[in-house]
């Protein structure tokens, strides 16, 4: 098979595939682009296998250029353009990539690691005009576990990873929208989110293309202001935006202003989506947003839920299994097995074999609590679900009843597990006041921390200017520690 002649094969010869902004182009002219992409890259000389480094914004030239390189049997590794020199050196010199297509400073930086054995391809007049020249390629037909795509983790814990995707990766990435929320050929899809990231590229370009539907394009980076203007101007009728994002469009007012915007259904997913922001957003737009679950190594949502508990089930074609652990009842790891579940890491073996298990199982960080009917509760990663007081403690479960307490003086809460002089565990919470809203802030948030039950109420409350994002703008836990020990630091030297 081929991964991008499976993702081309639905869409009607005249339908829209791809919308950004003033361009728009048909799925008979994308197909032809993609073929002449292939071309081009095959005249350079690209062989089956070789890593194509895509770090551009999100347009009709990133998708051509993605899945030319996968048209012409490469494989494609989606990056963030906005990298600091020092994150692109090291990753770059991790993954060895034969191509780097990019444009302007970047691919000025790029040229300048002349450590780096990599040949730039600029996205300018001469590249448009190569591809235009070049004959057009017939599909290279690859094994369905070879290698065909690249994503990187979000870095939410840690260092990245390079996670490997295999071609049968794309065959039923719709199955959450098509099987869940009911996408078809006449859909719009929109994610906020870059195409670098996997929760865009699985669920919105992955999906979009394989139901022949329209997918919509942005090249700016996603603010409120910004996702209005695309709804305002574009009509999408599904949308992927992240927690955050719909927390920022509450704050700003832009809820209530795209209500009748005409979106069937709303996509939450990347963190967990607390329900005081699902239940606003319900009462602003008339519709709650589904709230999924996925990962980088799984492209596609494989966990879903559509009512206030916040309780996920499988997406179709999803299978679930259990770890073997002594108490079933207590928070556990589970497995999953999905089409769209990647072959493993890039140089990662013991990730690799923690993670990864013969049969195409794959099983996240995260923890979860079993409930009737085979439903799950997400309570965070294992650095998440703390014991204190002989009782379990998810720091997700104590953000979410204080930050709807604080409402709108609370910018940005936070929640991490720490150690006490005495060895214990304790809870930590690092929160960012509205501007303006400090003294409000304070005072919300602390008659908030003593309606908690005792064993949950943070012992230390740290007010900070900002918490730090990951490219993808999911919170930086794995800094949160280390945040916690700067602030104690400051209140010894004050003391």
């Not at 839920?305 to 499988?314: C, K």
């Amino acid at each position: 098979m081929n991964a991008a002649e499976t993702l081309l094969a639905a869409g009607c010869d005249d339908a829209v595939a791809l919308q950004c902004w003033e361009q728009q182009i048909t799925y008979r002219v994308l197909r032809r682009l993609v073929r002449q992409s292939a071309g081009a890259w095959q005249a350079r000389g690209l062989r089956p296998g070789e890593r194509v480094f895509v770090l551009a914004p999100d347009g009709i030239d990133w998708v051509v250029t993605y899945l030319g390189v996968i048209w012409a049997g490469g494989v494609a590794v989606g990056v963030n353009p906005r990298l600091p020199a020092a994150e692109l050196e090291a990753v770059l010199a991790d993954s060895e990539p034969r191509f780097a297509w990019c444009e302007g400073e970047v691919a000025d930086a790029v040229e300048g690691l002349t450590a780096i054995a990599v040949t730039v391809v600029r996205n300018d007049a001469a590249w448009a005009a190569e591809v235009a020249a070049a004959a057009a390629a017939a599909a290279v037909k690859r094994d369905a576990e070879d290698p065909v795509l690249w994503v990187g983790t979000s870095g939410t814990t840690g260092t990245p990873k390079g996670v490997v995707h295999a071609q049968r990766t794309v065959v039923d990435a719709h199955s959450f929208a098509c099987g869940v929320l009911g996408a078809d050929s006449s859909d719009r899809f929109y994610a906020s989110s870059k195409l670098f990231f996997a929760y865009a590229l699985g669920n919105s370009l992955f999906a979009g293309l394989r139901a022949g539907a329209t997918v919509i394009l942005d090249p700016e980076w996603p603010t409120a202001q910004r996702v209005e203007a695309v709804l305002e101007r574009f009509r999408p009728s599904l949308v992927f935006c992240v927690p955050t994002l719909y927390h920022k469009m509450l704050q700003e007012g832009v809820a209530k202003r795209i209500g009748r915007s005409g979106v069937r259904h709303y996509v939450s997913a990347g963190e967990a989506l607390p329900a005081a922001t699902r239940k606003a957003w319900r009462e602003a737009t008339g519709v709650a947003p589904v709230s999924g679950y996925g990962t980088s190594e799984t492209i596609a949502l494989m966990l879903y839920s559509d009512e206030d508990s916040g309780l996920l089930r499988p997406t179709p074609l999803t299978e679930i299994d259990y770890a073997e652990v002594a108490d079933a009842s207590a928070p556990q790891r589970i497995w999953i097995r999905h089409s769209a579940v990647a072959r493993g890491y890039w140089r990662r073996p013991e990730a690799q074999a923690d993670s990864f298990r013969a049969g195409g199982w794959f099983s996240p960080g995260d923890l979860f609590l079993r409930h009737p009917h085979g439903r799950l509760e997400y309570t965070g990663r294992n650095d998440d679900m703390l014991k204190i007081a002989g009782q379990w403690v998810s720091t997700l479960w104590v953000e979410q009843r204080l930050a709807p307490a604080a409402g709108d003086t609370v910018l940005q809460l936070a929640a991490v597990g720490v150690p006490t002089e005495e060895g214990l565990t304790a809870l930590a919470v690092l929160a960012v006041a509205m501007p303006g809203q400090q003294p409000q802030a304070q005072q919300r948030l602390a008659q908030a921390v003593q309606a908690l039950p005792r064993h949950r109420r943070p012992r230390w409350v740290h007010w900070l200017d900002a918490l730090p994002l990951t490219a993808t703008g999911k919170l930086q836990r794995a800094a949160l520690k280390g945040l916690h020990a700067q602030a104690l630091q400051r209140m010894a030297l004050a003391a």
